[in-house]
């Protein structure tokens, strides 16, 4: 079992940046790969980023390549997303994710957050 909490959502004019965190307890953290996901009202949950078990590699999805970083600290148990350069089509709810495989398709992750809004205004 793995208990995942985001915090650090908010809202930013577009341009901005914003640092989002997940949590992780439970079960050892380093065994899982983690996936960052969002929401926007209306829309399916799409992939952000991910990060493997042990840091590396990383993959991100097009449309945030070259303004969002994923890391992870697995003595702290914790993943974050910098959000550099947001745009309000970023505005979602973004939700964090372990699983036992690297994937960029939500249904393969196992264990999901609450999430945390995000809001960028133009």
């Known amino acids: 079992q793995v208990q995942l909490v985001e915090s650090g959502g908010g809202s930013v004019q577009a341009g901005g940046s914003l640092r989002v965190s997940c949590a992780a307890s439970?079960?050892?953290?380093?065994?899982?790969?983690m996936g960052w996901f969002r929401q926007a009202p209306g829309k399916e949950r799409e992939f952000v980023a991910a990060?493997?078990?042990?840091?590396?590699?990383?993959i991100y999805a097009d449309s945030v390549k070259g303004r969002f970083t994923i890391s992870r600290d697995n003595a702290k148990n914790t993943v974050d997303l910098q959000m550099n350069s947001l745009k309000p089509e970023d505005t979602a709810v973004y939700y964090c994710?372990?699983?036992?495989?690297?994937?960029?398709?939500?249904?393969?992750?196992?264990?999901w957050g609450q999430g945390t809004q995000v809001t960028v205004s133009s």
């Open positions: 990060i493997s078990r042990s840091g590396a590699p990383t």
């Open positions: 439970g079960d050892t953290f380093s065994n899982y790969h």
């Open positions: 994710a372990a699983g036992s495989i690297v994937t960029r398709v939500s249904p393969n992750y196992d264990y």
